[in-house]
């Protein structure tokens, strides 16, 4: 027979679970009702994830997931398949916008691939039923939905198309075209690493990033208002801090990572410093 003490704990325990259960139904049918929202230039759609749990062209995906640093399988549809009927061109970019900030124009032609040989874009669902875990070293989710990629071949994924926390699609011009403070001039030839320093910019850091105005990111600093970095950065100081920015500087919830989970080598830092350098002097 249960002493006292050992009822009055067994009646604790069933109420702290049950105020438990109660914090986690309104978030699971907040999960429910959660929305994706997908445009091109003169519609739009708006998908739950219930209606996308549902949809017939889901499917398990198992991936190599640099977000979570280890294999992941996620209930998740073709990105191509979200964009069918849209106006969206192979030229095109689409424009991935997430909850916290983030946003990176990623070019239609590889969202659109239906090709194994090539990398395939699939949009993952979290399953309230069976949540993701928090992403490590963050304490948060990557739901409710999130862009995932099944890399194949030699064709390099950026690290910055793994999107997740996604809550828009939008089917866009060019980075470039958007915004012609980014451009470079008629002069520079085209194997420039000029040329390809704007190319990583674009691909990496404007993810996070702004620059003198152009993009849609909210996370970090803008990056020529006030100054461009290499006019207050001594250039081997700035090379280590693209490598390893807590190897320079750190600060409070820094998001900032380093060159390797962002996918840049040792050339791709020289580049966009060299791209970094030619707006520096063509501002003066």
Same mark, same amino acid.
């Given at each position: 027979?249960?002493?006292?003490?050992?009822?009055?704990? =067994?009646?604790?325990?069933?109420?702290?679970?049950?105020?438990?259960?109660?914090?986690?139904?309104? +978030?699971?049918? +907040?999960?429910?009702?959660? /929305?994706?929202?997908?445009?091109?230039?003169?519609?739009?759609?708006?998908?739950?994830?219930?209606?996308?749990? %549902?949809?017939?062209?889901?499917?398990?995906?198992?991936? %190599?997931?640099?977000? #979570?640093?280890?294999?992941? /399988?996620?209930?998740?549809?073709?990105?191509?398949?979200?964009?069918?009927?849209?106006?969206?061109?192979?030229? *095109?970019?689409?424009?991935?916008?997430?909850?916290?900030?983030?946003?990176?124009?990623?070019?239609?032609?590889?969202?659109? !691939?239906?090709? @194994?040989?090539?990398?395939?874009?699939?949009?993952?669902?979290?399953? @309230?039923?069976?949540?993701?875990?928090?992403?490590?070293?963050?304490?948060?989710?990557?739901?409710? #939905?999130?862009?995932?990629?099944?890399?194949?071949?030699?064709?390099?994924?950026?690290?910055?198309?793994?999107?997740?926390?996604?809550?828009?699609?939008?089917?866009?011009?060019? @980075?470039?075209?958007?915004?012609?403070?980014?451009?470079?001039?008629?002069?520079?030839? =085209?194997?420039?690493?000029? $040329? $390809?320093?704007?190319?990583?910019?674009? &691909?990496?850091?404007?993810?996070?990033?702004?620059?003198?105005?152009?993009?849609?990111?909210?996370?970090?600093?803008? +990056?020529?208002?006030?100054? !461009? @970095?290499? *006019?207050? #950065?001594?250039?081997?100081?700035?090379?280590?801090?693209?490598?390893?920015?807590? &190897?320079?500087?750190?600060?409070?919830?820094?998001?900032?990572?380093?060159?390797?989970?962002?996918?840049?080598?040792?050339? *791709?830092?020289?580049?966009?410093?060299?791209?970094?350098?030619?707006?520096?002097?063509?501002?003066?």
């Amino acid at each position: 027979m249960r002493s006292p003490g050992a009822r009055r704990r =067994a009646r604790l325990g069933i109420a702290l679970l049950g105020a438990w259960l109660a914090l986690l139904a309104p +978030l699971a049918a +907040l999960a429910q009702t959660a /929305t994706l929202t997908v445009t091109d230039r003169g519609a739009s759609r708006t998908y739950t994830v219930r209606e996308l749990l %549902a949809s017939p062209q889901r499917r398990a995906v198992t991936v %190599a997931d640099p977000v #979570f640093r280890r294999s992941m /399988t996620y209930r998740a549809v073709p990105v191509a398949d979200l964009l069918k009927g849209l106006a969206v061109a192979p030229d *095109d970019y689409v424009q991935v916008t997430a909850s916290d900030g983030f946003s990176v124009a990623i070019p239609a032609r590889l969202l659109l !691939n239906t090709d @194994p040989a090539a990398p395939l874009a699939f949009l993952a669902i979290d399953d @309230p039923a069976a949540p993701w875990p928090a992403i490590p070293g963050k304490g948060s989710g990557a739901g409710p #939905f999130y862009v995932v990629w099944q890399p194949a071949g030699p064709t390099p994924v950026s690290s910055e198309y793994w999107a997740y926390a996604t809550v828009s699609l939008t089917v866009t011009d060019s @980075p470039v075209e958007r915004w012609s403070v980014l451009a470079v001039g008629a002069d520079v030839p =085209a194997a420039d690493p000029i $040329r $390809r320093g704007l190319d990583r910019f674009v &691909s990496v850091c404007m993810a996070c990033h702004r620059f003198d105005g152009a993009g849609e990111a909210e996370m970090g600093p803008d +990056l020529a208002r006030p100054m !461009n @970095p290499v *006019d207050y #950065f001594q250039l081997p100081a700035l090379r280590k801090f693209l490598h390893d920015p807590k &190897s320079v500087r750190s600060w409070p919830d820094m998001k900032m990572a380093g060159a390797e989970a962002m996918s840049l080598t040792a050339r *791709d830092i020289d580049d966009i410093i060299a791209w970094l350098e030619y707006k520096a002097r063509t501002r003066r």
